[in-house]
C-alpha cells in the first residue's frame, strides 16, 4: 500500500497552523504556540507577504523556523520617512479633543484618498516630527510555522 503524499502549501491553499513572528532575540510579537491555531487563506492579505512567500512548498505537518534580515522583513529604515508636518495638519486630520504623545501611532487621512499612519516622535508648537517607517523596519526577524493542515 503506497503512503499519499502530505498537501503541500499552494499560493491559494487555506490552512491551519501556529505560528510566531519574533526578533531576532526571540521575543514575540504574535504568537498562536499558546492558544488555538489560527486558519487562513493564503492570497488574502491575512499575513504579510513575505510570511506567505516563506510558506510556499511546505508540507503539512511540517514545522520550521526562518530567520529573516531586515530588507526580507518590513525592510530597511528609510531616513527619507521620517518627515515633518504641520501642527495645523496633525490637528485637521485628528479626532476633536485628541491629545497625542510622544510614542504614539497616528494615522491620517492620505491626499487622494486612503490612510496612513506614522510615530510620533516630537510634538512641537508648530510642527511635529513623524517617522513614517513600519514600527520592525530595521529589524532582523524571526517566523516558526507548525503547519496542522493544508485544504
Not at 12 to 25: G, I, M, N, Q
Not at 39 to 68: C, D, K, V, Y
Not at 89 to 103: F, H, M
Request: glycine share 10%; hydrophobic share 45%.
Amino acid at each position: 500500500m503506497t503512503q499519499a503524499s502530505p498537501a503541500v502549501v499552494t499560493d491559494s491553499a487555506y490552512l491551519t497552523l501556529h505560528y510566531r513572528l519574533a526578533t531576532a532575540d526571540g521575543t514575540d510579537i504574535v504568537t498562536t504556540f499558546a492558544g488555538n491555531p489560527a486558519t487562513l487563506m493564503l492570497g488574502q492579505n491575512q499575513l504579510a507577504p513575505f510570511l506567505e512567500q516563506r510558506l510556499l512548498g511546505m508540507a503539512e505537518g511540517s514545522h520550521q523556523t526562518f530567520h529573516l534580515a531586515a530588507a526580507e522583513g518590513f525592510g530597511e529604515r528609510n531616513a527619507d520617512m521620517i518627515q515633518s508636518v504641520s501642527r495645523a495638519t496633525l490637528d485637521e486630520n485628528s479626532a476633536p479633543g485628541a491629545n497625542y504623545q510622544v510614542g504614539d501611532l497616528v494615522d491620517f487621512a492620505a491626499p487622494g484618498g486612503g490612510r496612513f499612519a506614522g510615530v510620533l516622535r516630537e510634538l512641537g508648537a508648530t510642527t511635529c516630527l513623524f517617522d513614517f517607517n513600519h514600527p520592525l523596519a530595521g529589524k532582523p526577524l524571526m517566523f516558526e510555522v507548525k503547519l496542522i493542515s493544508v485544504l
